[in-house]
């Protein structure tokens, strides 16, 4: 079974600043996506970043970019020039292809300070 | 194209009654899902559907809960005998294929009093 592990509850960031938020999963899978995504107060999840685990390559999004890490199986998010409407509960998950559901961490809670 | 719609949006029962919640995927995705997020918690595998048929409802409590995708009309998550701890926020959200990113609802927030 796949477990996705975060293990920072909060998070605060100075509005303008850099925010790295950790991620850890566990799967036994070759063929598996990595996901974030940002929950706000208005409860929708909406989708911040993908990352198909056979890319090399970290993704990028705007001001959004991850660090993933395959052997350590580490898949960090990087929010740059932090805003205020960043703030929001930010979940890592995982998909295995061979499998059929989307498996959330706990989450972190971001506070972005004017 | 609108988005995965849920609907009501906040619905109160109390112990004892049945809840139905309804998702209307996005046009073109056979594929939902429902997950369960309790308060200060991430969101848990509840059953994965395709048109008629379940395809994975191990996340399903055994009794109470079921789930429904018709060949006609939204998917139905249904709790009979609601008690005060399936109190939490219901998900819906759909793709149109396995290795899609899933396109989540607004959730359906269930209060029992």
């Known amino acids: 079974a796949q477990t996705v592990t975060q293990s920072q509850p909060e998070m605060s960031v100075q509005e303008a600043e850099t925010v790295t938020l950790s991620c850890t999963y566990d799967t036994s899978e070759s063929d598996y996506y990595l996901f974030w995504y940002k929950q706000p107060p208005s409860r929708q999840m909406i989708l911040v970043i993908r990352q198909e685990a056979y890319k090399q390559q970290n993704a990028t999004e705007n001001r959004f970019s991850v660090n993933f890490q395959k052997a350590a199986k580490s898949f960090s998010l990087k929010i740059s020039d932090s805003q205020l409407g960043d703030a929001a509960m930010y979940f890592c998950a995982s998909y295995e292809t061979s499998g059929s559901r989307l498996t959330f961490g706990e989450g972190t809670q971001l506070t972005v300070n004017p | 194209n609108a988005g995965v719609m849920q609907n009501p949006r906040h619905l109160v029962r109390r112990r004892g009654q049945e809840a139905r919640l309804r998702c209307s995927p996005m046009?073109?995705?056979?594929?939902v899902y429902w997950y369960r997020q309790l308060p200060e918690e991430g969101l848990k595998f509840m059953v994965y559907l395709q048109k008629e048929n379940i395809i994975d409802e191990s996340g399903m409590p055994k009794e109470r809960f079921s789930a429904e995708f018709p060949k006609e009309g939204p998917s139905i998550l249904r709790i009979q005998q609601v008690v005060r701890g399936d109190s939490a926020a219901y998900f819906c959200?759909?793709?149109?294929?396995?290795?899609?990113?899933?396109?989540f609802g607004n959730g359906t927030r269930l209060t029992v009093t």
């Open positions: 046009k073109g995705h056979s594929h």
């Open positions: 959200a759909s793709s149109p294929r396995l290795d899609s990113p899933l396109h």
